[in-house]
């Protein structure tokens, strides 16, 4: 599984920056390489980087299906709002 955890801080009244972390689930081990897109008012992708972090700035407020990508397959799609409470965590199938 994998372990996804986000947070959110608002840039401005209008477009709030994400970060987080994909983890494998179990070993806390960082999965580098997965994709993470933001499909809603806009479109955005991260690829987390080795330690398994991703960033996205000015993403406009709304509603947006984040989707997980991971090795080609699609792990998880979900729904959030931006801006999102500041921590959350996902679990996703591997």
């Known amino acids: 599984m994998l372990l996804i955890s986000l947070c959110s801080r608002v840039a401005d009244a209008q477009a ?3 970060c987080g972390k994909v983890l494998l689930r179990g070993s806390n081990a960082p999965v580098a390489q997965a994709m993470v897109d933001f499909a809603g008012p806009e479109r ?3 690829v987390t980087i080795d330690d398994g972090t991703f960033y996205i700035s000015n993403l406009a407020s709304g ?3 984040v989707t997980i990508t991971y ?3 699609v792990k998880k799609s979900l729904s959030v709002s931006v801006p999102a409470k500041a921590n959350f965590t996902i679990f996703i199938d591997p």
């Open 16 to 18: 709030s920056s994400f």
């Open 44 to 46: 955005a992708r991260a």
């Open 63 to 65: 509603t947006y299906t």
């Open 71 to 73: 090795r080609g397959n």
